[in-house]
């Protein structure tokens, strides 16, 4: 189900990594990156992710099965798809026998199989309960982030995201200049970029996903820059 959704993340994100400058990116440091998007949606491990594409590289045929329906969301929307439905059908891969093959399996079975379901929500209701009450939220305001209380409108929206430090003091929206500092002293970015809805360009003082859109930012290049700052 969830093998060539894994496998394309990666080589997208080592694709990205390679544009930064990172000469052949590990195994290690593209998980690390796609722990750091997906985390902006739902905390995930970068530990997980190696482990699920290592399997993936072992040379078994077998498929492999990511739990978390968010983080399945956040890989497809990082390809560019609105949702793994829309993954499936775009990259023609056969659910649809799978689910066929599934209804086949003896109707005992099904019972002791809806009992397992069972017992593992209400386990995931009172954890999740738990969870979303002690953990510390934060959303997108005009340019910067703020820390906010928990709204279940607001995560379904999409518009809650997980309390991160880093986002809430370092992650800003800006408008550069010509004088604006777009690289450190090692060459690194300090600015990327991304379209918010209504197609116009927007910049970040920092990596991830577009606060709005949750598309993926782009690093600064001296192109843009010539093309779009200092016109």
């Known amino acids: 189900m969830h093998r060539e959704l894994l496998i394309k993340a990666f080589k997208k994100v080592e694709r990205e990594l390679i544009s930064e400058g990172i000469n052949s990116p590990s195994v290690n440091q593209c998980a690390q990156r796609l722990s750091e998007i997906i985390s ?10 190696r482990d699920f594409y290592n399997e993936t590289r072992a040379g078994t045929e077998g498929d492999i099965n990511i739990p978390q329906p968010k983080v399945i969301l956040v ?7 609105g949702n793994y439905k829309e993954f499936l059908t775009k990259n023609s891969i056969d659910e649809v026998k799978a689910i066929q093959e599934e209804s086949k399996v003896p109707q005992k079975k099904n019972k002791l199989k809806l009992i397992v379901i069972l017992f593992v929500l209400v386990v995931v209701v009172f954890f999740g309960y738990q969870y979303f009450n002690k953990q510390r939220w934060m959303e997108w305001e005009e340019t910067h982030y703020v820390e906010v209380s928990f709204d279940s409108e607001k995560l379904s929206e999409g518009n809650l995201k997980v309390y991160k430090e880093e986002r809430i003091i ?16 090692d060459g690194s970015v300090r600015v990327w970029y991304g379209k918010n809805k209504d197609g116009d360009l927007e910049y970040f003082t920092g990596y991830g996903l577009h606060p709005l859109t949750g598309k993926t930012l782009k690093p600064i290049t001296q192109y843009m820059i010539g093309k779009y700052i200092c016109k």
């Open 75 to 81: 890989l497809s929307q990082y390809l560019g798809y």
């Open 40 to 49: 902006e949606i739902f905390p995930y491990g970068d530990r997980r992710l």
């Open 170 to 185: 370092d992650f800003k929206k800006v408008t550069p200049t010509c004088a604006s500092k777009f690289f450190n002293d």
